[in-house]
């Protein structure tokens, strides 16, 4: 029996409750009680307590362009080339010091659970290492490592372009064909704290017949299925001239849109694309920070949620690492697009970044604080200078705080960071910047 008592604590169908006490065994909460004294053989978490936050769209390797791309290149397809050069870089093992340290940091800033978007599977040149799982372990093994679960979504890579081939960095990606693909992620193992999941790069990566290949494989798998949709215009406009089809329309012709499947971006659909994604139970992934830094534009976020569309919320290319943020640009974003104020409610807002995020990540039983669920919670400062004064509220959480008022983070009743200090990596920045450092020398 592990115990935490809690100053205030976000509880389903409640709210912000006060002095509770949360009860687990093996990871995995037991009971849950209000207004109870400090017992002295529990935990205590100040602050306001709030469910572990699911990054449901990561590319780890991306964070080593933060402070590097921001003035340029001008558009999406030119930092593809600056995103592509690091990428050449990498091998397993500075992949695996540069995710261990990623993935501290999302730790750090709340995060229990990650969705690797993971496509960087072969040496230069495409060639296999003796071990063609090595890049994927490596990553396996860094959030294992800094104590966070992970999805591994192995990604299909095939193709450069709508009818291109593979070149250059991009031969790394490719397997050749979907059923190698399949073949080797099927020599991945599940762990407790780690999964499987599938994704088709997107329609100008996978061309249609092996994208069918994908889908069927992930259904077989049991997996959860992602892809990149309808990002840029410009792919939009390609996959109509060669198909006669949006993406949306393609992806469901093959079978890619499931009660299983998230639709990363989503930004440019028409409304039979929504209608697509609402009648398949298919989930749509935002990633707020990432679609401004690189232009993107502002998706429909509050059109799909009218029609059902679940919602989760990624860092991507970490831009930024701050779950708190993706959230509250969420309503930020719908607000400037339709200058209307209130789309999304706090706890809307935060069921994408718990409930919702871990849903598309293949775990079902994790994001809420609630009997039967995994013990995943993360601590809010209420007495920093954003949050002072604001009160114990789940607005003050979700509209005035950020990453660095994270205080605690329990993941699987494994206390992981405490007062700010990540309890298996002693220095999270120094590991940052040594491991990016490495790759870039």
């Given amino acids: 029996m592990t115990t935490w008592w809690c100053e205030h604590a976000w509880l389903p169908d409640i709210g912000v409750a006060d002095a509770v006490l949360i009860e ?26 709030l469910p572990g936050l699911a990054n449901a769209h990561s590319h780890a390797f ?23 050069d690091f990428a050449a870089r990498l091998d397993p093992d500075s992949y695996y010091a540069l995710a ?20 960087l599977h072969h040496a230069p040149g495409g060639v296999r290492y003796d071990n063609p799982n090595a890049m994927g372990e490596a990553l396996i093994r860094a959030a294992a490592d800094v104590g966070i679960r992970l999805t591994l979504l192995d990604t299909c890579y095939l193709a450069g372009g709508f ?37 088709i790069h997107s329609v100008r990566a996978v061309p249609v017949p092996e994208a069918e290949v994908v889908a069927a494989a992930a259904k077989r798998g049991g997996w959860p299925l992602h892809m990149h949709l309808s990002e840029q215009p410009a792919e939009n406009e390609q996959c109509l001239e060669l198909h006669d089809r949006t993406p949306t329309q393609v992806l469901a012709d093959v079978g890619a849109l499931t009660a299983t499947s998230t ?13 697509l994604l609402s009648e398949t139970g298919c989930g749509v992934c935002l990633c707020p920070t990432t679609e401004r830094d690189l232009a993107d534009g502002i998706g429909p976020a509050g059109t799909l949620a009218s029609q059902g569309v679940r919602l989760s919320l990624g860092s991507d290319s970490h831009a930024v690492i701050d779950l708190l943020e993706e959230a509250r640009a969420m309503e930020m974003h719908e607000r400037l697009a339709t200058n209307r104020r ?21 775990w079902q039983d994790a994001g ?8 995943d919670l993360m601590a809010i400062d209420l007495e920093s200078v954003r ?34 200090r990540h309890l298996l990596v002693d220095d999270v920045p120094r590991e940052l910047a040594t491991s990016i450092g490495a790759v870039l020398s």
């Fill in 62 to 84: 991306h964070r080593a362009l933060r402070g590097r791309v921001q003035q340029g290149p001008r558009d999406f397809w030119a930092w593809r080339d600056v995103m592509y």
């Fill in 263 to 275: 639709a990363v971006h989503a930004t440019h659909l028409t409304g039979t694309d929504i209608a």
């Fill in 24 to 49: 687990a065994v093996d990871g995995s909460i037991v009971a849950i009680s209000q207004d109870v004294a400090t017992p002295s053989d529990a935990t205590r978490l100040r602050g306001l307590v």
């Fill in 387 to 420: 949050t002072a004064g604001a009160g114990a509220t789940l607005e003050t959480a979700l509209f005035a705080a950020t990453a660095a008022d994270v205080t605690d983070v329990v993941v699987d009743g494994r206390h992981v960071v405490r007062d700010r």
């Fill in 163 to 199: 009818g291109q081939p593979l070149e250059g960095t991009q031969l790394r990606f490719g397997d050749g064909s979907a059923d190698a693909w399949s073949a080797r992620v099927a020599e991945i193992a599940n762990y407790d704290s780690m999964r499987v999941g599938a994704a």
């Fill in 100 to 119: 261990r340290a990623v993935y501290a940091e999302m730790a750090l800033a709340g995060i229990t659970c990650v969705g690797e978007f993971h496509y």
């Fill in 342 to 362: 209130a789309r999304f409610e706090a706890s809307t807002l935060l069921r994408a970044a718990t409930v919702d995020g871990n849903r598309a990540l293949g």
């Fill in 368 to 375: 809420a604080i609630s009997v039967g669920m995994r013990a």
